[in-house]
Nanobody
Framework: QVQLVESGGGLVQAGGSLRLSCTAS????????IGWYRQAPGKHRELVAG???????HYSDSVKGRFTISRDKPKNMTYLQMDSLKPEDTAVYYC??????????????????WGQGTQVTVSS
């Protein structure tokens, strides 16, 4: 069982940047895929980005070119660098193990290990 803790959220103006961090423990980090997800008020949780054990990266169309997912395997950390933020990026952001390709269609919030989430608010 893996435990995840997110950090780095906050309030930022449109066009600004934030970097989220996800710390993993309790599992062999280098062999697992990890995803970043977000949920805005009144909306379903959606995939933002995922990274595979081989460091292959995947992004939703809404963040492609603006967000970058990366990982530091020795530190058991995964990061989400968010640039050119927009008000519509406002949401609670979560990391989850594992990342699944099926998450592009829908996210099962009862599956996998989730962190507690971190709030990102982008003001216009």
């Amino acid at each position: 069982q893996v435990q995840l803790v997110e950090s780095g959220g906050g309030l930022v103006q449109a066009g600004g940047s934030l970097r989220l961090s996800c710390t993993a423990s309790g599992s062999k980090f280098s062999t697992i895929s990890i995803g970043w997800y977000r949920q805005a008020p009144g909306k379903h949780r959606e995939l933002v980005a995922g990274i595979t054990p081989g460091d292959g990266t995947h992004y939703s169309d809404s963040v492609k070119g603006r967000f970058t997912i990366s990982r530091d395997k020795p530190k058991n950390m995964t990061y989400l660098q968010m640039d050119s933020l927009k008000p519509e990026d406002t949401a609670v952001y979560y990391c989850r193990v594992p990342f699944l390709y099926g998450d592009y269609d829908s996210v099962d919030t009862t599956f996998g290990s989730w962190g507690q989430g971190t709030q990102v608010t982008v003001s216009s």
